[in-house]
T-cell receptor
Framework: AQSVSQHNHHVILSEAASLELGCNYSYGGTVNLFWYVQYPGQHLQLLLK??????LVKGIKGFEAEFIKSKFSFNLRKPSVQWSDTAEYFC???????????????FGGGTRVLVKP | GAGVSQTPSNKVTEKGKYVELRCDPI?????LYWYRQSLGQGPEFLIYFQGTGAADDSGLPNDRFFAVRPEGSVSTLKIQRTERGDSAVYLC??????????????FGPGTRLLVL
């Protein structure tokens, strides 16, 4: 079974600092990769996703992630964070191709990011 | 358009009671998932429906948990004889399963269950 690990549980940084959140997965086959974000008091929202093609994926709000297959990684980055980026970030993976049994996501434990104004 | 909705938003119950949690997926989405998120952890898969049938229930922790989706739209997660360890946020997600495997799941706000 696949697993996902996020290395940082908590990150605190100041506005305009750069952000990088690590995500590694364990599965030897083809995967789809996702980053979800949960702002305080809100539900999980899709930030970006990788299915195939260019391994550098751009998402909403200036976020991007790079899929490095050889490292089983899908790290999230943002060059300059804002106070409004304070949230919890989750990396998730599912196995491709889809089988009849489902397309369940396996999530990492999440990283809480606090951006100080 | 409307997103995934879940009711109730909060549920407090006593140990041993029965609870039902409801999920209304995005209209037209054939795939529906239930996840459970315990405090400080990421969501964990419980069960997946494709249409009316439960295609994968491998994540249900035990036989106290059951879910239905009788008409292929709304789903209900049912928990019998609740235990304090069942306290968590129960999340529902739906997707429009497209050909080729490019599926994105859209999540609801969750139901926060507290078992006293």
């Amino acid at each position: 079974a696949q697993s996902v690990s996020q290395h940082n549980h908590h990150v605190i940084l100041s506005e305009a600092a750069s952000l990088e959140l690590g995500c590694n997965y364990s599965y030897g086959g083809t995967v789809n990769l996702f980053w979800y974000v949960q702002y305080p008091g809100q539900h999980l929202q899709l930030l970006l996703k990788y299915f195939s093609g260019d391994p550098l994926v751009k998402g909403i709000k200036g976020f991007e992630a790079e899929f490095i297959k050889s490292k089983f990684s899908f790290n999230l980055r943002k060059p300059s964070v804002q106070w409004s980026d304070t949230a919890e970030y989750f990396c998730a993976v599912n196995v491709y191709p889809i089988k009849a049994a489902g397309n369940k996501l396996t999530f990492g434990g999440g990283t809480r990011v606090l951006v100080k104004p | 358009g409307a997103g995934v909705s879940q009711t109730p938003s909060n549920k407090v119950t006593e140990k041993g009671k029965y609870v039902e949690l409801r999920c209304d997926p995005i209209s037209g989405h054939t795939a529906l998932y239930w996840y459970r998120q315990s405090l400080g952890q990421g969501p964990e898969f419980l069960i997946y429906f494709q249409g009316t049938g439960a295609a994968d229930d491998s994540g249900l922790p035990n036989d106290r948990f059951f879910a239905v989706r009788p008409e292929g739209s709304v789903s209900t997660l049912k928990i019998q004889r609740t235990e304090r360890g069942d306290s968590a946020v129960y999340l529902c997600a739906s997707s429009d399963l497209t050909s080729g495997g490019a599926e994105t799941q859209y999540f609801g706000p969750g139901t926060r269950l507290l078992v006293l």
